[in-house]
């Protein structure tokens, strides 16, 4: 049995037809919810603590955010009319542009705002819901494997290392979204193609998070270090990019990422099953690191 987890891939199992594949696996965690009532006990509560956590981010957060757009884009629509005013009056047609401008500038703020909440959802209800969300997985890999998941084991010491895992990731986490964050914004400052390249960027690596977060259970239980499980996401590209986009869309959509966040991690757990625990590793390395 090889225990490393990162053995070289068959060159025919990430093909283009995968990309295709990569987006389903949300509808195949739908169809395993269907078909197996007893899984969707598993979601009762993390989709409790989705509801609570979302009231208090939307509340908090849609309201205060709006207002701020508002203002935004009054004080745009103030500069440019103060602006048109001075200018010959046949230019004076700028004023629609202006409007045009303004509408568009609030569509992408309130998008973005969305966006930004819908993350947050996940972070925290990822984490209120992992107890939870660990179950789901344990029950779904059970199912498409057909024996019992691999579980590491359960003692004192190894409660304590979990916890450290549990920081550590999410420290790293933290470190590679300030990592390749910080030098987006920078792009910014870019004339032309600067704010393009933040945006493609920006959602590039939110949904690498995304797809780190969903198929992280497995992984965890198998002790992958964070480097492996990010190399794991490269090695099953293009599958690993349409599925982080397809559950990054569904986690940012109000009210829908109430309920989708379950069943991404349902999906997460299908994903690694399929493409990388039966295509890359039998049983990776124990390790207590990350």
Not at 74 to 90: M, Y
Not at 210 to 217: A, I, P, Q, T
């Amino acid at each position: 049995m090889n225990s490393n987890p990162l053995q070289p891939p068959n060159p025919l199992l990430e093909t283009p037809l995968s990309l295709i594949t990569g987006a389903t696996y949300p509808l195949k965690a739908l169809k395993l919810f269907y078909n197996n009532p007893p899984l969707r006990g598993y979601v009762i509560f993390p989709v409790i603590v989705n509801i609570i956590v979302g009231i208090f981010l939307y509340f908090g957060l849609v309201v205060p955010g709006l207002n701020e757009i508002d203002k935004i884009v009054l004080n745009l629509g103030t500069q440019i009319d103060e602006w048109v005013a001075n200018l010959p009056q046949w230019l004076h047609y700028l004023d629609i542009l202006a409007s045009v401008l303004g509408w568009l500038l609030r569509v992408g703020l309130v998008t973005g705002l969305l966006l930004i909440i819908g993350f947050l959802l996940l972070q925290f209800g990822g984490i209120l819901g992992a107890p939870w969300y660990g179950q789901l997985s344990e029950k779904v890999e059970e199912l498409q494997t057909g024996k019992p998941a691999v579980l590491p084991p359960q003692t004192l010491t190894s409660s304590v290392q979990d916890i450290g895992r549990a920081i550590l990731y999410e420290l790293k986490k933290l470190g590679l979204q300030i990592l390749i964050g910080v030098p987006l914004l920078l792009l910014n400052f870019i004339p032309g193609f600067g704010t393009l390249l933040f945006t493609i960027g920006g959602i590039t690596l939110a949904s690498t998070i995304v797809c780190l977060d969903f198929l992280d259970s497995p992984m965890e239980r198998r002790r992958f270090r964070f480097r492996d499980k990010l190399k794991m996401i490269i090695r099953t590209f293009p599958a690993s990019g349409s599925f982080a986009l397809v559950c990054f869309g569904l986690v940012v959509i109000p009210f829908l990422n109430l309920l989708s966040i379950p069943v991404c991690v349902a999906a997460g757990t299908l994903f690694f099953c399929d493409r990388i625990l039966l295509n890359y590793c039998s049983e990776p390395e124990r390790t207590t690191q990350i």
